[in-house]
């Protein structure tokens, strides 16, 4: 399973992103994916995750209420989008597919990465 994240770029605080995790070589509908960010300096954060069973999507209390996760079957992908954004928000932001752990977003070693995609916001 490959994964590629698309979709980062630089924003204004207060705009808006939607990033893209694109999987190929395998489907992703019997994973979960979990969006991770890495910003300099700080400890990575799992910031969202949708479960395979159900598509029940999880958040970080730091973006609950501004970011949403979406998964389409269809086209092997899987979205976050990004609203209302804030200069906090900047981050490598990384999707990860791996067994399911409901509302815990946890990581695995055998999970599956891609390579990131780079999120700024400021002004």
């Known amino acids: 399973l490959q994964l590629a994240e698309s979709g980062g770029g630089w924003v204004q605080p207060g705009g808006s992103l939607r990033l893209s995790c694109v999987a190929s070589?395998?489907?992703?509908?019997?994973?979960?994916i979990t969006w991770v960010r890495q910003a300099p300096g700080k400890e990575r954060e799992a910031v969202s995750c949708?479960?395979?069973?159900?598509?029940?999507?999880y958040y970080a209390h730091s973006v609950k209420g501004r970011f949403t996760i979406s998964r389409d079957g269809a086209k092997n992908t899987v979205y976050l989008q990004m609203d209302s954004l804030k200069p906090e928000d900047t981050a490598v932001y990384y999707c990860?597919?791996?067994?399911?752990?409901?509302?815990?977003?946890?990581?695995?070693?055998?999970?599956?990465w891609g390579q990131g995609t780079q999120v700024t916001v400021s002004s």
């Open positions: 990860a597919a791996g067994p399911d752990s409901g509302s815990y977003c946890l990581l695995y070693p055998g999970d599956d």
């Open positions: 070589g395998h489907t992703l509908d019997y994973s979960a």
């Open positions: 949708i479960s395979s069973s159900d598509d029940s999507a």
